[in-house]
């Protein structure tokens, strides 16, 4: 069973874990600016042009909150590398699952 788990310092079994946990949070954090960019883009639509498209906004910012709270727990960790918020990065990655489901 020992020859099973000898890759428990590796991610996606070639990168080194701490690696991996930082491609991970830099795609986290690229997916809160790309969202919050396209949420800010609408809404300059909106204002410019007086379409009444407010309540795609307001759907598409409900549905992007997990993401955003993912990437807040990426942000912590990334300030302030302790475990307390190691302990929350798999959070982060369930808020996206959750973020995609809506």
Same mark, same amino acid.
């Given at each position: 069973?020992?020859?099973?788990?000898?890759?428990?310092?590796?991610?996606?079994?070639?990168?080194? @874990?701490?690696? /991996?946990?930082? &491609?991970?949070?830099? !795609?986290?954090?690229?997916? *809160? %600016?790309?969202?919050?960019?396209?949420?800010?883009?609408?809404?300059?639509?909106? @204002?410019?042009? /007086?379409?009444? &498209?407010?309540?795609? !906004?307001?759907?598409?910012? *409900? %549905?992007?909150?997990?993401?955003?709270?993912?990437?807040?727990?990426?942000?912590?960790?990334?300030?302030?590398?302790?475990?307390?918020?190691?302990?929350?990065?798999?959070?982060?990655?369930?808020?996206?699952?959750?973020?995609?489901?809506?």
């Amino acid at each position: 069973m020992k020859k099973a788990r000898s890759n428990d310092n590796k991610c996606c079994i070639f990168m080194d @874990l701490e690696c /991996g946990v930082q &491609v991970l949070g830099i !795609i986290q954090l690229f997916n *809160c %600016v790309f969202w919050s960019i396209m949420m800010l883009q609408s809404l300059m639509g909106t @204002l410019f042009s /007086g379409a009444g &498209v407010w309540v795609w !906004i307001i759907v598409m910012f *409900c %549905v992007n909150i997990p993401v955003f709270i993912g990437g807040f727990y990426y942000f912590q960790y990334f300030r302030n590398k302790s475990m307390e918020t190691k302990s929350k990065l798999p959070r982060a990655h369930l808020m996206n699952i959750v973020g995609i489901i809506c």
